[in-house]
């Protein structure tokens, strides 16, 4: 596997869509990409779901995935494309559903989020051993608004 491709492997938790809302995009299951080893995969946003086929490319420094996907929406077949750039543990990029919407979306590493909780309360602990705690809802809030 190309280091490249080894960047982009993983589960992505879709965070934000320009088209649709979080009610609906993490109406089932949180909305999500899935990378495989094989650059074979899955992903779920509302009731739209589909098998993706992935390549991957260095566009400058930036791991770009794009892929052909096959899927449902509501038990009806669908199929499209995509596409999202990686750094780091988070994407942006755009999915199209075959003569019908397209949306940008927003995610970050599902393992990214992990680190980043434990992190803040790391963090937050710091700040109670020196007795200046902060709610940790105001520290997600603050690292939400920085992304």
Known sequence: MKKTEKLVVGTWRITGMEVWDAD????EVQAHITVRDDLTGEFQFGLVQGDIDVRVADIGGVARVEFSWSGADENDPMSGRGWMDVTGDQAQGRIFIHLGDDSAFTAVRQDGEVTALRAI???GEDQLAQG????V????????RMK
């Open 24 to 27: 609906y995009f993490d109406m």
């Open 121 to 123: 309360l790391q963090h």
């Open 132 to 135: 200046k705690i902060k709610q």
């Open 137 to 144: 809802a105001e520290v997600v809030k603050r690292q939400r």
